[in-house]
């Protein structure tokens, strides 16, 4: 029994399979290695205070990234982050009905 014309040509096929994960693999590495540009970019325009590493967790999650990531890149914790944006919230919060007081005292004395 002979081989089929094509046996030659098997180490060829069976290498095309193999190229065809190698570039899925490429691919996967390339949008890692991405990420980690664009995260790098923004920790150099990170200052060192807690409200700056807040902001760029801020930005880093806008484009995509999970928070946990965000903040070991940026290094601060998680609770960090979670605390210094309620703070911020609260503060804004604060501003916003300080400001209807002050309509409403105006209001009054007028």
Known sequence: MSNPPWSQYKGLINGLSDDNHYR?????????????????????????????????????KGLGYKVKDDCIAVGISRSSYYLGRRKETTEKGASFRDRNCLEKIKEIKT
């Not at 995260?39 to 200052?47: A, R, S, T, Y």
């Open 24 to 60: 899925s693999e490429i691919e996967k590495l390339q949008k890692i290695i991405g990420k980690q540009a664009i995260q790098v970019e923004i920790l150099k325009k990170n200052g060192r205070a807690t409200g700056d590493k807040i902001e760029a967790v801020e930005m880093l």
